[in-house]
């Protein structure tokens, strides 16, 4: 029995209230009499999140959102399908499946992202279908392809029409469409977007019948922006594993109600909303639902003291109560280990003049500028002094592709860095100073079977992340220690950037502006099409 | 293109628009500068009616409620299903897929009511199974059986598990059920309720979770009652054929809007909510949706001048503009002719102590009376000069049941009346002041394949209603006409109701106390049992 101030996203309300529970599950609701200090709320549901972005394996990942009063997350595995396809998101679900945490999945739509990349994996219309038909799987994953949709690609429109059969519905990611664009976009079946950065655009997709999640993660926070455009659900998108040690769906409420909005309607959003829109079972204190409760101090802190899930305590004060063993998973990696000459790109010239990748601090979309560059020994140098750094993508899926270009931004002095994550099919993308440090940084990424390396002149420091190259089996702490680590190394190599790992890994982003890089070279998006380094 | 002012309910906004329509389908939909006189609503949806009750089969009740704005409906076809089981509800679902309304149907739940009179079909939880494998049902039909929820009664939970396998809601009926009965009730998986009648009820179901829907037919009118307190959707349960002539949702929404609902708010309750909660796609004015639309005068009268389904116009100032042939079905009278003698009890006594059933006008309550009545010819004679008149049921399904007793409160002078509505079995009922009469009104009905029938001395009046013996094939109008003509011949033979024949067909439920009578005899609904007429 749990009594307290019951919020009721409902009817909107709050009052005294006792819950019977049994067999881990709502039994009965009781409006009483009593004076409380704590508020009950319903479990807390992110209805939009990919856990590969905490760097945890599900099962981790459990452990450190739990405690924060999430009891469901809508998950969509596009990360891990891009490396391992179907096998990677069976991974998510069976790890996932050993925690209290309810875990629901959206089946990806892109995978690959482009055909301009080589992923670890297709999924196809027909694989969507079958991913669909299972109980996990709650919707068809966000359809990034919005040119595909607009043009009634083939193989795009057969995956809607799969999650149509299916009676599931379709999560749309279509930053900035409007009018007629917009409106076909919609008429595809798409009912959801999470990609807005204006009121404008809440308004026109609300407006045409559009459910609209209000961003809130590590990298876009785009509650301050949005708040009071309406909005149906608030979703993280993507979490790191050092913000989340601090906050995940508790911290959305928190910094939605002091921008102004209303608790109760904030909760709606993190609980009926999402339920009645993924058909789920959870975020509803209802008789014949389970038992899943979050007890917090307040309304305005959100501070959470206790968690239950199908009727048992999962959290208590910040700490997880249930044990946590990530399921281990084999490795991906398919590639041979590097020597540094293979980081060069050869020149007969005395000097070239080169493409540059431009980065921009806290952006995804780069510039592309050009550098005049010496050749030594017939390699085409990096010019450190003025922040021209060599670049490369490797392919790790066994088929021996790579390529190497220049970037302006990271402000390394010296050394090498190197990651597998790295959006969307995620190669190897390594930035260095010079081929040998870079070659020392891939290799050890390899021999860790994935993860982030620092290296500097044969000193190492790394992450593992051996779960398809994205995600770690230590606990949040842990990874975010190892994390800061690696970033104090790259402090002392010069680093001008705040999260150079998180920049790197979208310069493989073959979908936003200007110039990016993939295993199969230079990439100009706003030409959709491959450019030479050499001008 | 239509352009007016749009009402907005997924924004509860109004704004001037323009709806580009193609292939039937919303285009696309655009806010436009402009003054428009006319506005753009979406579809009604009536979200529980009974067909049945209109006395029209589908597709005449399409022909008289479109005209209103109605564009869908979600319909309990739990009469017909009494009647002639499956092959019934597929006829439901013939004759209405040959007009523009967008019919939907639930699964009767509770085929027959009760066993303690016979039906013409049993729907079994396998039939269900099937049943909501359709297109067509939207979910399992109204749980009337709620003893059987709260006893765990295997097949009531059958039903409910076959609704949860095929991923469609259940919904309820749950007249005053409260508490702890009311918690066991909505944790078995139902979750609707039309059945409330007072504020407390709705509040109290909307906190846990149900959805209320606020009621507003032709027998029961909840509307003034319940307005302000919450409510999900507003329905008719049952509409009166010549009530519909008056209108149906537009007449609702006039009410509820008089009643001090706010328009756009009380819009939502009969398009975007009754649409999210069956899954449907009507109701919606956005792209790639259905274009069901109506154009109104104004937010007060909800006048409507023009329906529009599927993009075509449908309906132009209260005239339907799609042709209408309803489909033939085979009779479903297995029963002979009856003579006089059939409808004597007789005795041996010079009188008899007798119980007779006690009418109170208006109301679906009985309740006990005795009389003295005296005997001759061995006959038990009524005692017309007290209202104290015969009445029998007899069964119609080829099983040749009947049963005789005695009721007061119909006022009949003269003649005799009969009926082969009569829930929920629909066997015939007949009430008259003489054998005679009465056996000429059963077999004139017989003869008529079902229907109405006034009979008096020779002379025979009678609405035929030869769909299952509960629906005609003419217009509203027609129906509506010879009703009255019918209401006319009683009030001359002096009844003193107002609608005797709706009356007369709750005589024979048997789940509202607390005297009523089915074809196997007197039914004492507070003991749950039969009981001699004779004392």
Same mark, same amino acid.
């Given at each position: 029995m749990i009594r307290g101030n019951l919020v009721n996203p409902f009817t909107e309300e709050i009052y005294p209230a006792e819950i019977e529970i049994r067999d881990g599950m709502i039994e009965c609701v009781r409006q009483i009499e009593g004076s409380f200090n704590q508020y009950i709320l319903p479990g807390f549901i992110d209805? @939009?999140?990919?856990?590969?972005s905490s760097m945890l394996a599900p099962s981790r990942f459990a452990e450190v959102v739990v405690p924060h009063g999430t009891t469901c997350v809508v998950s969509d595995p596009h990360e891990i399908a891009n490396v391992m396809g179907i096998r990677g998101i069976k991974y998510m679900i069976e790890d996932a499946s050993t925690v209290p945490l309810n875990v629901f999945f959206t089946a990806p739509s +892109? *995978?690959?992202?482009?055909?301009?990349e080589t992923s670890g994996a297709v999924i196809s219309s027909k694989e969507i279908d079958k991913l669909l038909? +299972?109980?996990? $799987?709650v919707a068809l994953g966000e359809m990034m392809n919005f040119p595909g949709v607009l043009s009634d690609d083939p193989e795009v429109m057969a995956k809607i029409a799969a999650a149509k059969v299916n009676k599931k519905p379709v999560d749309g990611h279509a930053p900035l469409l409007s009018g007629n664009d917009l409106c076909k976009y919609i008429a595809a079946g798409i009912s959801t977007d @999470?990609?807005?950065?204006?009121k404008e655009e809440v308004i026109e997709k609300r407006k045409l019948g559009m459910k609209v999640m209000l961003r809130q993660g590590s990298s876009a926070k785009n509650l301050a922006d949005l708040i009071?455009?309406?909005?149906d659900f608030i979703i993280s998108d993507d979490k790191h594993p050092e913000d989340l040690l601090n906050g995940h769906v508790d911290l959305m409420l928190k910094e939605a109600v002091e921008l102004g909005e209303d608790p109760i309607k904030a909760l709606k959003m993190v609980t009926i909303n999402p339920a009645a829109h993924y058909d789920l079972n959870n975020g509803l204190i209802a008789p014949?639902?389970?038992?899943?409760i979050v007890i917090v101090?307040?309304?305005?802190?959100?501070? *959470?003291k206790e968690v239950y899930i199908n009727g048992n305590i999962a959290a208590r004060e910040g700490k997880a109560l249930f044990s946590v063993n990530p399921l281990e998973l084999e490795s991906t990696f398919k590639i041979s280990f590097k020597k540094p000459v293979d980081f060069d790109i050869l020149s007969s010239k005395k000097e070239e003049n080169v493409r540059v990748i431009n980065v921009i601090a806290g952006q995804l979309l780069t510039e592309e500028s050009e550098a005049v560059l010496p050749v030594a020994d017939g390699k085409i140098e990096p010019d450190v002094e003025n922040d021209i750094l060599k670049i490369a993508v490797l392919e790790?899926?066994? @088929?021996?592709k790579m390529a190497n270009a220049f970037v302006h931004g990271?402000?390394?002095?010296n050394g090498a860095i190197a990651s597998s *994550?790295? @959006?969307?099919?995620?190669n190897i993308i390594a930035v260095g100073t010079n081929s040998q440090d870079i070659s020392d940084a891939v290799n050890k990424l390899v021999e860790n079977n994935g993860g982030l390396v620092v290296a500097f002149n044969g000193d190492i420091s790394s992450l593992k992340l051996p779960i398809g190259g994205l $995600?770690?089996?230590?606990t949040a702490e842990e990874v975010a220690l190892d994390l800061e680590v690696l970033h104090n190394c790259l402090v002392d190599m010069?680093?001008?950037?705040?999260?150079p790992f998180m920049t790197m890994s979208f310069l493989?982003?073959?979908?936003?502006?200007k110039l990016k890089i993939s295993d199969m070279g230079l990439f100009d998006v706003e030409k959709f099409d491959f450019v030479d380094v050499i001008k």
């Open positions: 209805a @939009h999140i990919h856990i590969e +892109c *995978v690959p992202a482009t055909p301009f038909k +299972c109980g996990e $799987m @999470h990609e807005c950065t204006l009071g455009a309406g909005g014949g639902k389970p038992a899943d101090e307040d309304l305005k802190s959100f501070k *959470v790790r899926y066994g @088929h021996n990271f402000g390394l002095k *994550v790295a @959006h969307d099919s995620h $995600m770690s089996t230590k010069g680093c001008k950037l705040h999260s493989a982003l073959l979908v936003i502006p």
